[in-house]
């Protein structure tokens, strides 16, 4: 079984489109992350969430806006999607914020 | 502003030599750090993780030390194999509120048969 699965694996859409990835773990932690994977390969957060509320929150355009019905679900939305927006985005979860890290397969937004 | 960086950033050897991988961080306030290993179009996965208290974690032929003083982390592998090829990345989980991991830019890693 899958610990943290996100959907789609890939996504390719329009400028100017708003898309959605999804996330769900079966682990049981309690928080869940964001993280963004350019085409240079750095990782960085995004967003961060404990028991389904936002607890790091980077300096990322508001058209970024995560929402988590509940605490093994984070979803990503985007609007007004930019070509600067093209990378691979992680879905990462850990129990008490300061475990290891569990990560998802990622998701390839292309942007054209 | 912690930094985390990984040199080099591309590493080959033949089968069997053993691996050596670095990481180092500018801010030793760290609560722990992690080694991840990423094989292409697939996600991370945690190899070690190391409490600031500790000095070093192993697991098989891994083993990861940390010197919080200097700012330096070490990952070796022992007898590489050509399985072992893949990019690893090192984060260090600063104690600021939100446990925020910065990661390193990765070592991509070639084992030759």
């Known amino acids: 079984d899958t610990a943290v699965s996100q959907t789609p694996k890939y996504l390719v859409t329009q400028m100017g489109n708003d898309k959605s990835i999804k996330c769900e773990q079966n682990?049981?932690?309690?928080?869940m992350y964001w993280y963004k994977q350019d085409s240079k390969k750095f990782l960085k957060i995004m967003f961060s969430y404990n028991n389904k509320e936002l607890i790091i929150n980077e300096t990322v355009p508001n058209r970024f806006s995560p929402k988590s019905p509940d605490k093994a679900h984070l979803n990503l939305h985007i609007n007004s999607l930019e070509l600067g927006d093209s990378a691979v985005y992680f879905c990462?979860?850990?129990?008490?914020?300061?475990?290891?890290?569990?990560f998802g397969s990622g998701t390839q937004l292309s942007v054209l | 502003k912690q930094e985390v960086t990984q040199i080099p950033a591309a590493l080959s050897v033949p089968e069997g030599e053993n691996l050596v991988l670095n990481c180092s961080f500018t801010d030793s306030a760290i609560y722990n750090l992690q080694w991840f290993r990423q094989d292409p179009g697939k996600g991370l996965t945690s190899l070690l993780l190391?409490?600031?208290?500790?000095r070093e974690q192993t697991s098989g032929r891994l083993n990861a030390s940390l010197d919080k003083s200097s700012g330096r982390s070490t990952l070796y592998i022992a007898a590489s194999q050509p399985g072992d090829s893949a990019t690893y990345l090192c984060a260090a989980l600063i104690k600021a509120a939100g446990n925020k991991l910065t990661f390193g830019g990765g070592t991509r890693v070639l084992v030759k048969p």
């Open positions: 190391i409490q600031s208290s500790q």
């Open positions: 990462a979860s850990s129990r008490r914020g300061a475990e290891k890290l569990f």
């Open positions: 682990l049981g932690h309690d928080t």
